[in-house]
Each structure stands twice: as C-alpha cells, then as structure tokens.
C-alpha cells in the first residue's frame, strides 16, 4: 500500500457525473483539522499492511503541542481523515510518456482493501469520511505547513522491501541489488530456493534496483 499524507486545516470532495456536473447521488464531504489521505493499493496488499498502515498513521506526531514541536497524533487532537482511493499513486513513468498502472491493485480487490483500511482507522477512534472508489472527484484541501508525508509499505513495513524489478523475496541482503542486476538476484535464488518466499529490509539504504 502507498499512502500519501497530508496535515490538513480543512479538505472536501466531491463526485463529478459523466455529464461534467456534481453527481446528486453522492453527498460531498468535509473534514476540518486532520489528514487527507491518498490510498493506493496493490494486489499483494492485505490485512498486515492494513494494521501496519493504520497503527503508523493513527500515531504520526505531526501536529504542533503548546510549544510549537510537532508532538501530537491525530488522536491527540481530536482530528479527522478524509480517505481517498487513487491508484495513479502506482503510475510507472520509466517508459514513454504514458503512465503505465500495471502495479495498481485490480479493482475488486483495492476496493474492498480501501474499505477494509478506512474501517481498521475508524477503530481508533478517529472519524472518517470518504470519496467514491473508481469515481471521478474533485479533491480540495488546505495542506496546513505545508506537512506531507508519504508511505509505503513495501519500503517502510519492517519486512517489507524485496527486488521491485524480480519479485524475488530474499532472506537476506543480496550483493546482487548493489551492482543493480535483478537477473541475478533471480538466479541467486534459484540456486538457493531457500532464499527465496521471503522478505528483507535492507539497510541503511534501498536496493539500488528500487531508485
């Protein structure tokens, strides 16, 4: 999952029919002080990422205590998350100069993770409201800072970073990420299956296949 967060003073959407013109079928949302959020999920998302993401955005210390230091969560304030599915957070622009979105989540299944995830954030106390999967919306906000923060859980899960190139999952650091081969981070797991169908996080920083 890849989430963008944004400390907000205020933020709104609303959903634009096929005529251009707001859709009567969907009541326009508002928050005051909180989170914005973009969701972006992918097909290997799911209830691990979802507690992950949920506990690590429920606890930022992102918003200003009585000295001005950014010490308070937004269950500290009383806050709220305006939630928005995007999918364009997964666009992959190596290649030409039209986005490609092979790595977003099919459908079916980012929406019911989406839902799943606003679900597993409303059990901490913290009210949410949402956009409208799959539909066109306009998104207003004012980024109070500016503060925005992006997170994603196949970099930043402990456990969570493999070769985004091979999708092989290593046991451990491979050599390989440092001279930039993906081929051969495939092969060195065929060689060892043991290697292979797990997860590292390298450090201190990311395999160079993923810059």
């Known amino acids: 999952m890849r989430v963008v967060v944004q400390r907000v003073s205020e933020a709104s959407v609303d959903v634009i029919n096929e005529l251009g013109t707001l859709d009567p079928t969907f009541e326009p949302q508002q928050i005051g002080p909180g989170f914005m959020i973009l969701v972006g999920v992918t097909d290997e998302d799911g209830d691990q990422q979802i507690a992950w993401l949920t ?33 364009t957070l997964f666009a992959d622009v190596r290649k030409g100069n039209r986005p490609s979105f092979i790595k977003a989540g099919k459908p ?8 799943k ?3 597993a954030l409303r059990s901490g106390g913290v ?21 925005t923060i992006i997170i994603d859980t196949e970099i930043d899960m402990p456990g969570g ?51």
């Open 127 to 147: 009210p949410v409201k949402e956009g409208r999967f799959g539909a066109h919306m306009r998104v207003g906000l004012v980024n109070d800072g500016p503060v």
């Open 117 to 119: 995830f606003n679900e």
């Open 55 to 87: 506990h690590k955005i429920l606890n930022l210390r992102v918003f200003e205590d009585e000295q001005g230091k950014m010490n308070r969560s937004i269950q500290d304030i009383g806050g709220e998350i305006l939630s928005i599915s995007q999918f």
């Open 108 to 115: 079916e299944h980012a929406d019911i993770t989406w839902i």
């Open 161 to 211: 970073v493999h070769c985004a190139k091979c999708q092989v999952r290593m046991q451990k650091p491979c050599t390989n990420h440092e001279r930039d081969s993906y081929r051969a981070c495939r092969l060195s797991a065929e060689a060892n299956p043991a290697n292979a169908g797990q997860i590292i996080r390298p450090r201190p920083e990311r395999p160079s296949c993923l810059r």
